[in-house]
């Protein structure tokens, strides 16, 4: 009786970690701190580093960046004794041009495509007219409306304002459905968007694409033919074209709101655009350094530890700052590989090195849809049936608004889609070393930002490798010129970076590997 408090304290003990604290991890886990941190940091976030972009110089700066330090410290190449892994990507660059009355206008500012609905050929038109169809509303039955009315749009180039009252009855896709079906020449649609961009956007229309060689969605570019063009335009361009018809977009507003009637006219104009897309080969890198492991037979599995190095590059049409300095997105994940590569290396010089191998994978192309790491399927220089977990690392240099008890948090997401071990030790490990809260609210299916298949860990997982995703969550400098070194909390970053290290160094010298025990969703 007197041994039951003992005993259930053990219990407890033994509930909240199963394995004690490693004083050799710990004692190799003091080079990820602060100063090492920032001395990294400090030159992949640089101006002079102009957003680290895949497929640029600055992006291949980077990655020699990092393979000179695994050089450095000690690390082998993985690529047949070299670090760097070639991809072979297309950028898909659009060219586009708005003329009106010989006054051109600046793309992207005043107007746009979509790159995603220009071909490679593309498209050139010109037009003497242009029918003007107010907000391109057809409404039958007892209160029939017809913006359209009496004007056939065959042919003609349409211009539309882009929203208005009447839009649950004839919504957007029923209004390009309309066109063309009548083989409308092309559409001008006034979109107060045009003058109002999100970042969001303005990336998207900036930024080109880019695709793997060899891709189903390469090919798909590749057999495009080219549709009815949608051309979206600003006010000024708006005016410029209604100038010719003695009225401008205030006014035209005005009219159709006052009147309640269609108003549609055609006017007389001198009006030229063309757009199309083309082809470059780029060959960005996935930079990979390897520790071949201690015990002869468990050398064989590998844990790989991953985190993307690439950002957004530069935003041409911003005002002021113009430089994606990707401080947290994702230098701050990089910063963790290295310094977690540093970690090891110092356990291999001191004898003490991981059972199992460690693969370091920096992954280029990411932002530009996980290009890196999907190439690295594909290719694999380590066989993927080798590689027993990925963790991989993006974005653990700052803190959110979202409720925490203290910033002392990271979200994982993923331990537990495939292996119920991994889940264990991710946790486990946590609570013997660095008692972080794991924040696992992301972890869902229904979360709406599906962060589960956004970085690169989730190729992995496709693979039916167990993964988990580290990151501490969005903030509002994210994909912003404003993502700044300034902004940074290293020691945040160091403890997280530890949690991940400390994972990684339970993994890699377990009796046994995590088991799989479920099954793809």
């Given amino acids: 009786m007197k041994n039951k408090p003992f005993l259930l304290i053990l219990l407890l003990l033994l509930a909240t970690s199963s394995f004690a604290q490693n004083k050799d991890a710990i004692a190799f886990a003091k080079v990820i701190n602060s100063t090492n941190a920032k001395e990294h940091l400090t030159i992949l976030a640089s101006d002079e580093w102009r957003g680290r972009e895949a497929g640029t110089v600055d992006g291949q700066r980077a990655a020699q960046y990092i393979a000179d330090y695994y050089q450095k410290i000690g690390i082998k190449g993985a690529n047949n004794g070299g670090y760097m892994q070639e991809v072979t990507a297309m950028r898909i660059p659009l060219s586009e041009s708005l003329q009106v009355q010989k006054m051109s206008f600046k793309p992207v500012l005043d107007f746009f495509n979509i790159p995603g609905s220009v071909s490679l050929s593309g498209f050139h038109l010109e037009a003497d007219s242009i029918l003007f169809a107010g907000y391109g509303i057809i409404k039958e039955g007892f209160e029939s409306y017809n913006d359209f009315q009496n004007q056939s749009v065959t042919g003609k180039v349409v211009m539309l304002l882009g929203s208005g009252s009447r839009d649950e009855t004839f919504s957007f896709q029923d209004k390009i459905k309309y066109l063309s079906f009548h083989k409308a020449k092309a559409v001008l649609m006034v979109e107060p968007v045009v003058d109002n961009k999100s970042d969001g956007l303005l990336q998207h229309l900036t930024n080109s694409q880019m695709l793997l060689e060899g891709s189903t969605e390469l090919s798909t570019v590749e057999k495009m033919t080219q549709s009815m063009p949608l051309i979206y335009i600003g006010q000024r361009v708006a005016d410029v074209l209604l100038k010719s018809a003695n009225t401008n977009l205030v006014a035209i507003r005005k009219k159709l709101t006052e009147n309640n009637k269609p108003y549609p006219f055609v006017f007389k104009t001198d009006f030229s655009a063309s757009a199309s897309r083309a082809l470059e080969t780029v060959h960005p890198a996935n930079v990979l350094g390897f520790i071949p492991g201690s015990d ?226």
């Fill in 296 to 521: 002869p037979i468990l050398k064989d599995e590998v844990i790989l530890l991953s985190a993307h190095y690439d950002h957004l590059g530069i935003n041409h049409y911003s005002v002021g700052d113009s430089i994606n300095n990707g401080a947290d997105d994702n230098g701050s994940g990089t910063t963790g590989l290295l310094l977690m590569a540093d970690a090891f290396m110092q356990a291999v010089k001191a004898g003490k090195g991981p059972k199992r191998s460690i693969l370091f994978m920096a992954t280029t192309g990411e932002e530009k849809g996980l290009l890196g790491s999907s190439w690295y399927i594909n290719h694999a220089v380590i066989s993927l049936n080798k590689i027993i977990t990925n963790l991989n690392v993006d974005m653990i240099g700052r803190t959110d608004t979202l409720s925490h008890s203290d910033n002392n948090y990271i979200y994982i997401i993923g331990a537990d889609k495939l292996s119920s071990d991994l889940d264990r030790i991710v946790k486990e490990t946590n609570a013997t070393y660095t008692k972080l809260e794991l924040d696992e609210r992301y972890n869902v299916r229904n979360d709406p930002f599906q962060l589960y298949y956004r970085s690169d860990h989730y190729n992995f997982a496709k693979q039916g490798i167990p993964v988990t995703f580290y990151f501490s969550g969005f903030h509002s400098d994210y994909h912003k010129p404003s993502d700044e070194l300034s902004k940074i909390d290293f020691d945040l970053l160091c403890k997280r970076t530890q949690l991940i290290f400390y994972t990684a160094w339970e993994l890699a010298n377990a009796k046994t590997k995590p088991t799989v025990d479920k099954k793809m969703e």
